[in-house]
């Protein structure tokens, strides 16, 4: 339009141009050259109007067609989007949405025309109650022209579900001014869902590797029990080992472990851990139901087997379990479970499957071990002690009495030998029988080991004869045990077979270190000098030297 505008301006000009000129040169103007000019001009300025106009026509359609162009390129775009794309009004009202939003959110086109759009798809929260209008980030954006990136809040369909949204809102500017919202949203179920899957995969993964350490801190900690028994000197040290070891394998549990007796029929507890100690602590194998069974027995709430008889209060519940070795029953393990966090142990939870298969482990363990100590202790028995008489033999009273000297010589205290020699025993042998004989010896042995202190050592040095070490005793307090012995054994009465056995009398000789000998040869040799002389004296009697 400015173009037509100007030409018709210039048209105008070159009309009064042509008249002033006329005039100027004093011409009278005829009529036929001022109309000529004149149609001259006219028929220009149409000519310049005709062009002008056809130029704008053909450049408004080409602009026309290029918007058309552009509106189809951008609806196709619109269409095919993933995301959700929307435009609201000032009120909220939407101006545009396009297919991916109305398929997400279930609705029509027109079903969506006039009406405020918080209120159909977001007025609600994630838990169902109402979301309020002034608290909406979308409005925040048309009120106050805000950009706003939400996440962790859900739209609503038409039907009445929710889905969870991430979504972006922008003001719409008109020369400054906000005219409207465009917002773009995703549903993230599926993301969502991943992340949760893969949340429990991590969790399953985490569990598994807590299980693999919870199974090697077992694993150490039974091998670390087995290489303690196997240095265990004494019982006592074993029982120890146990309470130690299986307080760590279960440190939320109490128990005890039962050995049978050496007649087999009592239970006897030898060791006990843990807060609840065991209802019973000697019992029959028959008030055991593991016992009866020859198998473990489990009982708890989710399990509610007959309680066994020597268990007064299940509580939590417990698992009793027979130990056997070698083809021979030793006791009972029991195990009482604990309480783990706010409920009671049950068997899915507080003793699952490897928990259980460890128990066994343990009880199986434990069984090896005093099995294996026991023979252990049976085979130095017999090693260090007379078959028949049950004193120490000569080898373990050289080891002993060689000790006993240093030890002596370090404290700078005394220490007493007595030897002892039955009187004319193979006179008695010839006249009683050999199976007389041993009986004498095992009843001498039996007075010795009853009438000896703890710190005493009683051996059979050979044959008839006997050696009582004493530590920390001198020479005269010696002798008074010597005589002391010969009138204990002298007053022994025997029967064999239903008849008595003669008096027996015996000869001691006694010496003393450090007086009588410094090392163990010189020791032995004065207290053997000693008993012969007593023989040669007339026997029956206790010589010191």
């Not at 030890?407 to 009187?423: C, E, F, Q, T």
């Not at 077979?497 to 009398?505: I, R, S």
Request: charge should be negative; hydrophobic fraction near 40%.
């Amino acid at each position: 339009m400015k173009r037509l505008v100007i030409l018709s301006y210039t048209a105008i000009l070159i009309i009064i141009g042509l008249l002033l000129y006329h005039f100027i040169k004093g011409r009278r103007a005829e009529w036929e050259i001022v109309l000529l000019s004149a149609g001259v001009g006219i028929s220009f300025f149409f000519y310049m109007v005709f062009h002008t106009l056809s130029r704008e026509v053909t450049e408004r359609k080409k602009a026309e067609q290029e918007a058309g162009r552009l509106s189809h390129k951008y609806e196709l775009i619109f269409k095919s989007m993933n995301e959700g794309l929307a435009g609201f009004d000032s009120e909220g009202r939407p101006l545009f949405i396009n297919q991916a939003a109305l398929r997400m959110l279930g609705f029509k086109r027109e079903e969506l025309e006039g009406r405020n759009a918080h209120d159909l798809i977001h007025g609600k929260r994630t838990d169902g109650s109402p979301y309020p209008l002034e608290e909406c980030p979308m409005r925040d954006t048309l009120v106050n022209g805000v950009p706003h990136a939400v996440t962790g809040e859900v739209f609503w369909r038409k039907d009445g579900t929710s889905f969870p949204v991430e979504y972006a809102s922008n003001p719409i500017l008109e020369e400054g001014r906000i005219t409207g919202s465009a917002i773009t949203f995703r549903d993230v179920t599926k993301r969502i869902e991943t992340e949760k899957a893969l949340q429990q995969a991590n969790e399953t993964l985490a569990k598994w590797l807590n299980e693999v350490e919870q199974r090697n801190r077992e694993i150490e900690l039974l091998s670390e029990m087995g290489s303690l028994f196997q240095a265990c000197a004494a019982e006592r040290e074993v029982y120890e080992v146990i309470k130690t070891s299986v307080r760590k394998l279960f440190p939320l549990d109490s128990g005890s472990v039962f050995l049978l007796n050496e007649a087999g029929t009592l239970l006897e507890s030898a060791v006990i851990w843990g807060e609840v100690p065991p209802d019973e602590q000697v019992f029959t194998p028959e008030e055991c139901w593991a016992f009866r069974l020859g198998k473990e027995y489990l009982v708890s709430r989710k399990n509610p087997a007959i309680p066994c008889p020597h268990v007064k209060n299940p509580a939590w519940g417990y698992l009793c379990a027979p130990m056997m070795a070698q083809g021979e029953t030793l006791g009972l393990f029991h195990l009482r479970f604990g309480q783990y966090g706010a409920g009671p142990i049950e068997p899915e939870e507080g003793l699952s499957r490897d928990r259980r298969l460890l128990a066994s482990a343990v009880a199986e363990g434990i069984s090896l071990s005093i099995a294996n100590f026991k023979l252990r202790e049976r085979l130095l028995n017999q090693s260090i002690h007379d078959p028949l008489t049950g004193l120490y033999n000569r080898r373990y009273m050289d080891d002993m009495l060689e000790r006993e000297l240093h030890r002596m010589a370090r404290k700078n205290s005394p220490l007493g030998v007595i030897m002892l020699d039955i009187d004319h025993f193979k006179q008695f042998n010839d006249t009683y029988g050999h199976e007389a004989g041993d009986l004498l010896l095992k009843a001498i042995g039996t007075y010795l080991q009853t009438s000896i202190r703890e710190e005493d050592f009683a051996c059979r040095f050979g044959g008839e004869e006997f050696v009582i070490v004493l530590p920390e005793t001198i020479l005269a307090k010696t002798r008074e045990r010597a005589e002391e012995l010969r009138k204990g054994i002298k007053g022994l009465s025997l029967n064999y077979k239903g008849n008595p056995l003669g008096q027996v009398t015996v000869s001691l000789g006694s010496a003393v270190f450090p007086q009588n000998g410094l090392v163990m040869a010189e020791l032995l040799r004065a207290a053997d000098a000693a008993l012969y002389r007593a023989k040669a004296e007339g026997r029956d009697r206790a010589v010191s030297m």
